[in-house]
T-cell receptor, first 114, second 112 residues
Framework: EAQVTQNPRYLITVTGKKLTVTCSQN?????MSWYRQDPGLGLRQIYY???????DKGDVPEGYKVSRKEKRNFPLILESPSPNQTSLYFC?????????????FGPGTRLTVL | KNEVEQSPQNLTAQEGEFITINCSYS?????LHWLQQHPGGGIVSLFM???GKKKHGRLIATINIQEKHSSLHITASHPRDSAVYIC??????????????FGKGTKLSVIP
């Protein structure tokens, strides 16, 4: 089954404790992206990756890091989480270019930073 | 940076009604997406449009590039259509075409 998986699905942590949210897709998609969703602000793009070893900032990259060492994985790293990073996070992937750029979203990770 | 506006913010409809959700954006785009987010939180892509019109079952999406406007229509609405509908756009070229800017969503409730 074609899918995007994220782990963990729920996480409660404390300020300053480094964490990684994993994202993996099994569709051989070149493009992957991370978003956060907050009440009243909607979805906003954090980082995206056009292919292995190619990443770029979205609208709200501060406080986050990403890496793309393999095509299928795109982890989101919070080196020193703060309460303002409490949010619902989505990973997504799609085929690069052409007309087929429907995005496939992961199930979401609800993060609470105390 | 593109500004994406959706209307209405909230919509309540009786089962069977014809529903329209609107999306407008401020600068040129390469593609527009309609997404559906269910109460459980999962997001599903409904349509990707760069021109014209697309239909899938009871859902129809249209886009007018000159007017910078898109509409999502639901015919014969059903309570299972209750969800948040989100419009999103890709920029027109270069790095912008890889970035996605979202509207704040329209919350639809369909009452039996």
């Amino acid at each position: 089954e074609a899918q995007v998986t994220q782990n963990p699905r729920y996480l409660i942590t404390v300020t300053g404790k480094k964490l990684t949210v994993t994202c993996s897709q099994n569709m051989n998609h070149e493009y992957m992206s991370w978003y956060r969703q907050d009440p009243g602000l909607g979805l906003r793009q954090i980082y995206y990756s056009m292919n292995v070893e190619v990443t770029d900032k979205g609208d709200v990259p501060e406080g986050y890091k990403v890496s793309r060492k393999e095509k299928r994985n795109f982890p989101l790293i919070l080196e020193s989480p703060s309460p303002n990073q409490t949010s619902l996070y989505f990973c997504a992937s799609r085929i690069q270019g052409g007309g087929k750029n429907e995005q496939f979203f992961g199930p979401g990770t609800r993060l609470t930073v105390l | 940076k593109n500004e994406v506006e959706q209307s209405p913010q909230n919509l309540t409809a009786q089962e069977g009604e014809f529903i329209t959700i609107n999306c407008s954006y401020s600068v040129g785009i390469s593609a527009l997406h309609w997404l559906q987010q269910h109460p459980g939180g999962g997001i599903v892509s409904l349509f990707m449009l760069s021109s014209g019109k697309k239909k899938h079952g009871r859902l129809i999406a249209t886009i007018n590039i000159q007017e910078k406007h898109s509409s999502l229509h639901i015919t014969a609405s059903h309570p299972r259509d209750s969800a948040v509908y989100i419009c999103a756009v890709n920029g027109i070229s270069g790095a912008g075409s890889y970035q996605l800017t979202f509207g704040k969503g329209t919350k639809l409730s369909v009452i039996p």
